[in-house]
């Protein structure tokens, strides 16, 4: 793959942190489908599992310093919401339960709502850098 001395912005990402971070926001659908939020209580367990993904993602943008940080959550959030579609249907087809058609609608719906999420967390890590920048300097 590329690395980060390569010339375009699309180079530059750290394609590795970005698939391991989309297949991470996985452990969310696959704790629905395991019925945990159920039995841990809805809907605090999935907000609190998704709030500890986010955290995840973001901290570990932040940390390993990548390079256009906002690019990168807007492509882990697109790929999730990709993964997620997909594993959706994978269930759905080795459960027997034949092939249950999601609606495209929805698929564009859950694929653009984590494009932007991952687009407010870009933000988000724009910001703890810049003020991390600041501290540095001062």
């Keep these: 793959m590329t690395g980060p001395n390569s010339g375009s ?6 394609w590795l942190t970005i698939v391991v971070l989309a297949v991470v ?5 696959a704790l629905g489908m395991l019925g945990v939020y159920t039995t841990l209580g809805r809907p605090w367990t999935p907000l609190v599992v998704a709030a500890l993904i986010a955290v995840f993602w973001v901290a570990t943008v932040v940390v390993r ?11 882990i959030g697109g790929g999730y919401g990709v993964l997620a579609v997909v594993l959706n249907r994978v269930v759905w087809s080795l ?9 495209a609608g929805n698929m564009v719906s859950i694929v653009l709502s984590n494009i932007i999420w991952g687009a407010l967390l870009g933000l988000i890590a724009v910001g703890i850098l810049r ?8």
Excluded at 65 to 75: A, E, G, K, S
């Design 65 to 75: 310093h990548v390079p256009h940080p906002l690019l990168t959550l807007v492509i």
């Design 25 to 29: 926001g996985l452990v969310q659908p």
């Design 95 to 103: 459960a027997g339960l034949g092939q249950v058609s999601m609606p």
């Design 9 to 14: 912005t699309f180079g530059q990402l750290h």
């Design 131 to 138: 003020i991390n920048r600041t501290r540095d300097r001062g």
